[in-house]
């Protein structure tokens, strides 16, 4: 059974400050990982993706990976208030090319 | 580039009414999705198409629920004879290939049907 896990939260961050966001998987046959953004009504838009172990930054984000304990971060630097929103994983496994497996998200108010 | 367009964006039904959800992909995306997310979860995969092809329907309820994509026109969720637990937040997100660590999704403003 494959599964992606996030805390709900809400994780509350000042402003300024490091949000560390993070999701666990189930299965070690996992390819690819996704962070999406999803503000309140409103549809999920593409942050970063990551295939490889290590991190990856763009801009104020970082990704990082670690494959043998089976968990994707998410890290964002000088949070700003607008970066509050539900930040969501998904996880891609080998045996398909397209689908993905959502955690639930996690809720992250950054108080300015 | 117009985005994903999904329409209607609320859409409110009575029990036993049939709910219809539409969903044209980004121009050049010939890759469907449909997602359900009910509050507080994560988005549940539904049915996966191509044109004129239904690719992958395995999350979508085997009753009430058909989708299409014919060769003009938008893709079509279809929920006959609705029912309460149907309310949710339904999200089309298309993509250019089918692999997604090439060509990752992007989503509609979604369709949030309330049945009454």
């Known amino acids: 059974q494959k599964e992606v896990e996030q805390n709900s939260g809400p994780l509350s961050v000042p402003e300024g400050a490091i949000a560390s966001l993070n999701c666990t998987y189930s299965?070690?046959?996992?390819?690819?990982f996704f962070w999406y953004r999803q503000y309140s009504g409103k549809s999920p838009e593409l942050i970063m993706f990551i295939y490889s172990n290590g991190d990856k930054e763009d801009g104020r984000f970082t990704a990082q990976l670690n494959k043998a304990s089976q968990y994707v971060s998410l890290l964002i630097r000088d949070s700003q208030p607008s970066d509050s929103a539900t930040y969501l994983c998904?996880?891609?496994?080998?045996?398909?090319?397209?689908?993905?497996?959502w955690g639930a998200g996690t809720k992250l108010i950054i108080k300015p | 580039n117009a985005g994903v367009m999904q329409n209607p964006r609320h859409l409110v039904r009575r029990r036993g009414q049939e709910a219809r959800l539409r969903c044209s992909p980004m121009?050049?995306?010939?890759?469907v999705y449909w997602y359900r997310q009910l509050p507080e979860e994560g988005l549940k995969f539904m049915v996966y198409l191509q044109k004129e092809n239904i690719i992958d329907e395995s999350g979508m309820p085997k009753e009430r629920f058909s989708a299409e994509f014919p060769k003009e026109g938008p893709s079509i969720l279809r929920i006959q004879q609705v029912v309460r637990g149907d309310s949710a937040a339904y999200f089309c997100a298309s993509s250019p290939r089918s692999d997604h660590n090439n060509s990752p999704l992007h989503f509609g403003n979604g369709t949030r049907l309330t049945v009454t």
């Open positions: 299965d070690r046959g996992s390819q690819s």
């Open positions: 998904a996880v891609k496994w080998e045996d398909s090319n397209y689908q993905l497996i």
């Open positions: 121009k050049g995306h010939s890759h």
